[in-house]
């Protein structure tokens, strides 16, 4: 296997339970397994992941950005889909 041929994944890590997966990256490995072990080697070496999830690159769909208004702007006209207004306590903490 040459070096073009190994896969692409992007890696997502969640720092703590509660909280959501981030996409921090991506690296090259062979499999999922090596991909795992890979972004646990470079993404959380002081401790500070509870999850990964890794997904090969090419299996990731994404919208144009030329397409952004017709997918976004229809979203405008109900601002009650955009909880912006609502003040969020202190305590609540992560929402």
Known sequence: MTATEI????????????????????????????????????????GEGQSIWVIPSSEVVASDPDDKDEIFDPADDKIYRHPSFYDIPEDVGHM
């Open 7 to 46: 896969p692409l994944w992007e890696v997502f890590i969640r720092p703590r339970n509660g909280l959501a997966h981030r996409h921090c990256g991506s690296l090259h490995a062979p499999d999922a397994e090596m991909a795992i072990q890979a972004a646990r080697d470079v993404y959380t070496r002081r």
